[in-house]
């Protein structure tokens, strides 16, 4: 009876320690292609579709929760919410002596991309070096940032898909 009452108390504990939390599904948006887990071939195009979004190019306007552009991470983890796509950056000491460094072809190099529209071709996904199999599963990550490029809360969108490792058939 004792366990149970200490069993209780831990779990009355620990789910007041996440109240204070907004943990949500965000619904507005959806990928329509490829499907989840699919076997694919280079160029991959991802396509998607986002609801209560206004789509807008970097600098374009105001920054606004409900304005922006996407930002695809392709076997990586994203930046944190607040922060632009600079914190990629932050412990390369020769990007940060570079003027405009992370720019496009840097991001590029990292696999990270943006577009303002419901789709992206994703051209090369390197291997995994230490992955030996034919078909090897990557992740495409989408989050949103505001016009100024800052990621907004904390909403991701991951889609997997099986890539043949390169010289496969």
């Known amino acids: 009876m004792k366990l149970v009452s ?10 007041c320690s996440v109240s204070n939390h ?18 694919v071939r280079l160029p991959v195009t991802l396509r998607w579709t986002m609801r209560d979004f206004t789509r807008a190019a970097p600098g374009g306007s105001e ?7 996407f930002a695809i ?5 994203p930046v ?5 796509l600079r914190a990629v950056a932050d412990r390369d000491t020769s990007c940060r002596r570079t003027p405009g ?12 991309y943006t577009t303002a529209g419901d789709r992206f071709v994703l ?28 990621r907004i809360g ?3 969108w991951y889609l997997d898909f099986w890539l043949p490792r390169a010289g496969v058939a």
Do not use: M, W
């Open 6 to 15: 200490a069993l209780g108390a831990v779990f009355v504990l620990a789910s």
């Open 22 to 39: 907004s943990v949500f599904n965000d619904h507005r948006f959806h990928f329509v292609a490829p499907a989840s887990r699919a076997h």
């Open 63 to 69: 920054p606004s929760r409900r304005r922006g552009y």
């Open 73 to 77: 991470f392709v076997d990586r983890p």
């Open 80 to 84: 944190g919410p607040g922060q632009t």
């Open 101 to 112: 460094c992370p720019d496009t072809s840097y991001l590029a190099d990292r696999q990270i």
């Open 123 to 150: 051209n090369r996904v390197p291997d995994f070096v230490d992955n030996r199999e034919k078909q090897q599963l990557h992740e495409a990550t989408v989050v949103l940032l505001d016009t100024a490029g800052r």
């Open 154 to 156: 904390e909403s991701a």
